[in-house]
């Protein structure tokens, strides 16, 4: 499975919002940032299959309406899936009614399909070969959903240290993981969670929604297994 880091930062941060995109085929969150990556590299956007957000917090899919007008006019675009929480569906229509009003009913209607994520949704059933285990993981007071793609890369979203972000770890082999903060607070880890994570899961570990101060500190750490990559940098794992 190939893994490009499209950002590994916060808003906080001088680097691009957390974004990972996966066998160049799927798309999770599309905070700032995360479309002018795409453009950086290169990437063909018909390639796109699915969109994958974690949670309706803006640093998750603001860059979203700029990312399907450009999708709008590509030309032989199959239809994307949109997967995310409920209300998402309503936000980005408001959202785009923003950009250009009443500019993607057509789009919407013939090109997009919407599959939206319940607390009780226990994974995701669209493509035969990728089987994606979702989690719903404890980000305070809105709901935040994990996501475990062919028990080989998990990614957390945003999240406190809590009882599913273990089984994110359980089931998978490389964990892109919340390292917002020095130390953790009820809505991110921090530094001192991670610690805590590796006294039971030896995981790789993949730092992202880092803050700037963050960054710095966990270079400074050397935590064996805990990578910390620049925006853009792929790996296959
Ligand atoms: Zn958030
Ligand atoms: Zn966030």
């Known amino acids: 499975m190939k893994v490009r880091l499209l950002g590994t930062g ?10 990972e995109l996966i066998d160049d085929k799927i798309l999770v969150d599309v905070g700032n940032g995360v479309l002018k990556e795409l ?19 803006a640093d998750h899919y603001a860059d979203l309406p700029a990312l399907l007008i450009n999708l709008e ?19 980005l229509i408001g959202l785009c009614n923003i950009y250009y009003h009443d500019y993607f009913d057509r789009f919407f209607k013939e090109k997009i399909k919407f599959m939206e994520i319940l607390p009780e949704t226990k994974s995701i059933e669209i493509f035969n070969d990728y089987d994606i285990m979702v989690q719903k993981v404890d980000h305070y007071n809105i709901e935040c959903y994990g996501y475990i793609i ?34 953790g607070t009820k809505y991110h880890m921090g530094i001192d969670d991670i610690q805590t ?24 750490k050397y935590l064996e297994d805990v990578i910390i990559k620049e925006d853009g940098e792929e790996m296959i794992i």
């Not at 916060?10 to 974004?19: G, H």
């Not at 899936?81 to 936000?91: A, H, R, S, T």
């Open 10 to 19: 916060s808003i906080y941060s001088k680097y691009n919002c957390a974004s």
């Open 197 to 220: 994570i590796r006294k039971t899961y030896k995981n790789k570990i993949i730092a992202t929604h880092l803050r700037d101060d963050t960054r710095e500190e966990l270079k400074k």
């Open 73 to 91: 006019v590509e030309k032989n675009l199959k239809p994307i899936y949109i997967v995310g929480p409920k209300g998402l569906k309503e936000n």
């Open 150 to 183: 062919n028990n080989k890369v998990g990614i957390t979203g945003d999240t406190c240290l809590c009882k599913e972000v273990f089984n994110i770890f359980e089931n998978s082999e490389i964990v892109i993981t919340d390292i917002s903060m020095i130390k």
């Open 39 to 57: 453009r950086k590299i290169n990437y063909d956007l018909t390639k796109l299959k699915m969109i994958m957000i974690t949670h309706l917090h």
